[in-house]
């Protein structure tokens, strides 16, 4: 057995825990880009929330968007419980 194989062999592993949460956060960006995908509401021209144009190639991508691409980063982030100073 190797040293890299004894660390990561542990169940405490900070690799392991660091894994555990990125497929967790990808997981759950996923389900919140499909079921925004999913909707059947007609895209917005402007982001609900700061009222800037929403370019026509996203409103396409994005079937339903109602929120510019940095204001749905911003509720993603919220959601997940990040605060910017
Ligand atoms: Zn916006």
Do not use: N, Y
């Amino acid at each position: 057995m190797t040293d890299f194989e004894s660390i990561t062999d542990r169940p405490s592993c900070q690799f392991d825990k660091a894994s555990a949460v990125t497929e967790r956060d990808t997981a759950l960006a996923i389900a919140a880009i499909r079921a925004e995908c999913s909707s059947t509401v007609i895209s917005a021209d402007d982001c609900e929330r700061c009222g800037a144009e929403i370019p026509i190639a996203r409103q396409i991508a994005v079937p339903g968007v109602q929120k510019c691409a940095p204001c749905t980063h911003r509720a993603w982030l919220a959601a997940k419980g990040v605060r910017r100073g």
